[in-house]
């Protein structure tokens, strides 16, 4: 399996603040999917990076992947309460393809007062 | 357009009972997974298949069992419910070749509680 590690926990940030979430992995990251969850919904994706140095932007949240392939980092920018929810990282192990199975970190929650 | 369908929502369960938790997916997935997430532990994979008639255990697959009869269907089966199996149950579909940046789409859950 693989092992994924988010940090930090949890994060308090005023609206208005940038703020950044790693997840790091045991082994080299393939497939790497960032997810979105409000409290007692499902999971909205957000990214998924394949590529050693790739960065991907969906309005003000930006993800990447880093050159070694073994950390993601989701960075918000001038964050909204909009953006509060738990956020996760999932890895899938392979290039170009899946194998059908994510393995997810702890995830990280996210609160953002006015 | 349906995605992953889940049912039931929410469901309450004694101990020592069983249960069967229904997935179906219409996007004509070869695969599917299911998962359980409890506080602060983000979601753990329980099996997953890679076709009709294959699956595979993953990471917490005690309890549990699964069987892939057609593409569609993934159900999920506690033959004796604990209370360490209260959790929200997902489960997920996905194709074998992702090179779009959406290869895995999730139900909305169950919640399940054992009493």
């Known amino acids: 399996s693989q092992e994924l590690e988010q940090s930090p926990q949890s994060l308090i940030v005023q609206e208005g603040k940038n703020l950044t979430i790693n997840c790091t992995s045991s082994?080299?990251?393939?497939?790497l999917y960032w997810y979105k969850q409000k409290y007692g919904e499902g999971l909205i994706f957000l990214m998924m990076l394949q590529k050693g140095g790739e960065e991907k932007s969906h309005e003000k949240i930006t993800a990447k992947l880093d050159e070694k392939k073994q950390q993601s980092s989701l960075h918000i920018t001038a964050s909204q309460p909009s953006h509060a929810g738990i956020y996760l990282c999932g890895a899938d192990g392979a290039w170009g393809s899946t194998l059908g199975r994510l393995y997810f970190g702890r995830g990280t929650q996210l609160t953002v007062w006015p | 357009n349906a995605g992953v369908t889940q049912t039931p929502k929410f469901q309450v369960l004694k101990t020592g009972q069983s249960m069967t938790l229904q997935c179906a997916q219409d996007m004509n997935h070869e695969y599917m997974s299911w998962y359980r997430q409890d506080p602060g532990m983000g979601l753990r994979l329980i099996h997953y298949?890679?076709?009709?008639?294959?699956?595979d255990q993953g990471e917490v697959p005690n309890g549990y069992n699964v069987s892939r009869s057609t593409t569609e269907d993934f159900p999920l089966r506690l033959l004796s419910a604990a209370p360490s199996q209260t959790s929200v149950y997902f489960c997920?579909?996905?194709?074998?070749?992702?090179?779009?940046?959406?290869?895995?789409?999730f139900g909305s859950g169950t919640r399940l509680t054992v009493v």
């Open positions: 298949s890679v076709g009709a008639g294959i699956t």
């Open positions: 082994k080299t990251l393939y497939g």
């Open positions: 997920a579909s996905s194709y074998s070749k992702n090179f779009d940046n959406n290869g895995y789409t």
